[in-house]
Every structure is written in C-alpha cells, then in structure tokens.
C-alpha cells in the first residue's frame, strides 16, 4: 500500500506540527500504522503506532507530548506534534503492517514488522 506522508517544516520550540500520511487502496483498515523518526547520524527510531482497534503506543521521548489517530475513512494516519523540541528534529516516516492473527500493539515499535514505508517529511526545531 502505497504511502505518503507529509506536514514536516520548520517550527520553534514549544510549537506544534501535525503530520499526516495518506495511503493509497481500499484496506487501509487492515493495517496496523506507525510512525519513526530518523535524526542526522542516528538510526531510524519508533516514535509512535496504532493498532487497527486504535489501540496507541508511544515511545517514552514522546509520551504526552504526541498522539497518533487514523481517519479509516480518508486513508490516513495522523501524528500530532506538541511542545516541540530540538531533539525531535528528523526525518518523519509512516509505515504501514499488514493485520495478520494477533498483534500486540507493543510490536508497533519494531520497524522490521512494517510491510510498507512512506518517503519521509523532514521536521526542524529550531531553538
């Protein structure tokens, strides 16, 4: 399933961003989304998932600060960004699992589990 994400840009700290991803096809609801992130010179890391139940899981650098929701309807997966901070910029990617038996919506945070990824939105904090 196709992926595109967007909504990345420059903001100060303690501003907000929402990025959107947008996939393409009619079983958008049968898929479990995420949501990484990679900083220059770090490796690709989780930052938010949801479950195709809308069932949440964060990682604990975004807890309370971040939300992800889906709009089964319009394809999309949505992440909320406040109280922004320099540490949070990086390139933003969505990916999309297949629901397949049980998943535990822990799993979310493992990139591996993910059968399709968006090309990115860059997301700059400045200080």
């Known amino acids: 399933v196709p992926l595109q994400a967007c909504g990345g840009g420059l903001v100060q700290a303690g501003g907000s961003l929402r990025l959107s991803c947008a996939a393409s096809?009619?079983?958008?609801?049968?898929?479990?989304m995420g949501w990484f992130r990679q900083a220059p010179g770090k490796e690709r890391a989780f930052v938010a998932g949801?479950?195709?139940?809308?069932?949440?899981y964060f990682a604990d650098s975004v807890k309370g600060r971040f939300t992800i929701s889906r709009d089964n309807a319009k394809n999309t997966v949505y992440l909320q960004m406040n109280s922004l901070k320099p540490e949070d910029t990086a390139v933003y990617y969505c990916?999309?699992?297949?629901?397949?038996?049980?998943?535990?919506?822990?799993?979310?945070?493992?990139?591996?589990?993910?059968?399709?990824w968006g090309q990115g939105t860059l997301v700059t904090v400045s200080s």
């Open positions: 990916a999309a699992k297949r629901a397949v038996g049980i998943t535990v919506v822990q799993t979310l945070a493992f990139a591996d589990k993910y059968d399709y």
């Open positions: 096809g009619p079983t958008f609801s049968d898929y479990h």
């Open positions: 949801i479950h195709r139940s809308c069932m949440t």
